[in-house]
């Protein structure tokens, strides 16, 4: 069973920056591609950043791109996310998951195990 838990979330003014960080257990976390997901509120999740195995390749969306930056420590078994110049359109609900294969993909439906997600809110 593999459980995922995030951390890092909070309230920060707009321009300023977060950490989050995603703490894995219940398998071999080195082997597996982890992902960023956010949901705001009335929309759709939406795909944030990915990390493939290894930590050698990383997909951004566009909307983050320059800002933010996705890393993993695998004898932690974490993944984190840095976010810098935040904006309040950044303000969602911030989901890792990780997928059951090594490279990491864009796609919300390839991820299969997710955890309960940590909030972020940017104020103006």
């Known amino acids: 069973q593999v459980q995922l838990v995030e951390s890092g979330g909070g309230l920060v003014e707009a321009g300023g920056s977060l950490r989050l960080s995603c703490a894995a257990s219940?398998?071999?976390?080195?082997?597996?591609?982890m992902g960023w997901f956010r949901q705001a509120p009335g929309k759709e999740r939406e795909f944030v950043a990915a990390?493939?195995?290894?930590?050698?390749?990383?997909y951004y969306a566009d909307s983050v791109k320059g800002r933010f930056s996705i890393s993993r420590d695998n004898a932690k078994k974490t993944v984190y996310l840095q976010m810098n110049s935040l904006k309040p359109e950044d303000t969602a609900v911030y989901y890792c998951?990780?997928?059951?294969?090594?490279?990491?993909?864009?796609?919300?439906?390839?991820?299969?195990?997710w955890g309960q997600g940590t909030q972020v809110t940017v104020s103006s």
């Open positions: 998951a990780v997928r059951d294969f090594s490279i990491a993909t864009t796609r919300e439906y390839e991820y299969r195990h």
């Open positions: 219940g398998r071999t976390f080195s082997n597996y591609a």
């Open positions: 990390i493939n195995w290894s930590g050698s390749i990383t």
